[in-house]
């Protein structure tokens, strides 16, 4: 049976020790002047700048390209207001909820072209795709890039195993499990 396309950008599953990511969630800005879009399970960096919201100071952040070193991901949004949507709508001022925990693992898609992924990938390091999320469901649309796989130490993501999911099978839009390689509480490490 074939996997379903249903990317969803990255979704917290657990942490290095077994345990749920319940720790490293941590409150971020993203200003009106940012007109991208920002999605539930996108990678997001340091955007250099803050913000002040309601009295309280921010540190901004933006979508994180697959050079950049990532802040976290994205689980939430506080509501700024009852008919608030669930993602960040381009250009207007939202706080984001953000995993930051450098232990932490997260569910990702892998894309439907280039070679598929092997299960004797895993521990190899590997890139993402940025792509638009959903404003239906708020949900990212950032994918596994599976023609990059290797041992550079440089890619943003490492391969830690095929996610023990009900239909999940090896082969296109097959759902991974991975950590974030280039995470600011992170060391890079050369993939195995």
Same mark, same amino acid.
């Given at each position: 049976?074939?996997?379903?396309?249903?990317?969803?950008?990255?979704?917290?599953?657990?942490?290095?020790?077994?345990?749920?990511?319940?720790?490293?969630?941590?409150?971020?800005?993203?200003?009106?002047?940012? /007109?991208?879009?920002?999605? &539930?399970?996108?990678?997001? *960096?340091?955007? $250099?700048?803050?913000? =002040? !919201?309601?009295? %309280?100071?921010?540190?901004?952040?933006?979508?994180?390209?697959?050079?950049?070193?990532?802040?976290?991901?994205?689980?939430?949004?506080?509501?700024?207001?009852?008919?608030?949507?669930?993602?960040?709508?381009?250009?207007?001022?939202?706080?984001?909820?953000?995993?930051?925990?450098?232990?932490?693992?997260?569910?990702?898609?892998?894309?439907?072209?280039?070679?598929?992924?092997?299960?004797?990938?895993?521990?190899? /390091?590997?890139?993402?795709? &940025?792509?638009?999320?959903? *404003?239906?469901? $708020?949900?990212?649309? =950032? !994918?596994?890039? %599976?023609?990059?796989?290797?041992?550079?130490?440089?890619?943003?993501?490492?391969?830690?195993?095929?996610?023990?999911?009900?239909?999940?099978?090896?082969?296109?839009?097959?759902?991974?499990?991975?950590?974030?390689?280039?995470?600011?509480?992170?060391?890079?490490?050369?993939?195995?």
């Amino acid at each position: 049976m074939a996997n379903a396309n249903t990317p969803f950008g990255f979704r917290p599953v657990r942490d290095l020790n077994g345990g749920y990511v319940a720790g490293g969630i941590n409150q971020y800005s993203i200003p009106a002047s940012d /007109n991208t879009a920002v999605y &539930v399970g996108d990678a997001v *960096t340091l955007a $250099g700048t803050g913000s =002040t !919201i309601n009295g %309280n100071y921010y540190a901004d952040v933006k979508i994180a390209a697959n050079t950049d070193i990532v802040q976290g991901v994205v689980v939430g949004f506080l509501a700024a207001t009852r008919d608030s949507t669930v993602y960040r709508a381009a250009s207007t001022e939202r706080i984001a909820l953000v995993s930051t925990d450098p232990n932490g693992l997260f569910m990702i898609q892998e894309g439907g072209s280039g070679t598929a992924l092997a299960l004797n990938d895993v521990g190899l /390091n590997i890139n993402y795709t &940025v792509v638009a999320g959903s *404003t239906v469901t $708020g949900y990212s649309g =950032t !994918i596994l890039d %599976n023609t990059t796989e290797a041992g550079t130490n440089t890619l943003p993501l490492q391969l830690v195993g095929l996610a023990n999911i009900p239909n999940n099978e090896v082969g296109y839009y097959a759902k991974w499990v991975v950590r974030l390689n280039r995470a600011q509480f992170a060391n890079q490490v050369a993939g195995a």
